[in-house]
């Protein structure tokens, strides 16, 4: 009778050590992400990561968007299209593809948002941005070091 009780102590403890172990996995899953790729007007680049350094990630944290990083390329690859006197990159990041729907939905709502940027964008004469890509993104493997928020 011993010999089963200990084995239940055993199974009992070994299966909620496999659940907190899940779950500490689960909290240091990787994510989803956003590679944005902006082609700017001539001479506007500058200006286009001033406002993003300035108001637009302010706006993205606000609403639980993580800021991984705001990029100048120092070269040019006429190949990929970046010519790195008008080209600026970002990295957004997000708990998952749902999370970000929501938190960029929310983020393109904000008020500040749309007295920022869409106004600007809006005007020929002012707007910065002449083509945006994006692209969607998750980690290949456990070796990315970036912590989402949840």
Partial sequence: MLKWKLAALVGLTTGAAGVAWGQAQGERAPGFYELRIYKAQPGKRDALAARFASRTAGTYARHGI?????????????????????????????????????????????????????????????????????????????????????
Avoid: C, W
């Fill in 66 to 150: 993580t800021n991984v990083g705001y990029f100048i390329p120092q070269e040019t690859d006429k190949e990929l299209g970046i010519d790195a006197d008008d080209t600026f990159i970002y990295i957004r990041g997000y708990p998952s593809k749902a999370e970000r729907d929501t938190r960029l939905k929310a983020a393109h709502d904000d008020p500040e948002l749309a007295e920022v940027v869409l106004k600007q964008e809006r005007d020929p004469n002012n707007r910065l941005i002449v083509k945006a890509h994006n692209i969607d993104m998750v980690p290949s493997g456990p070796q990315t070091a970036i912590a989402i928020r949840p």
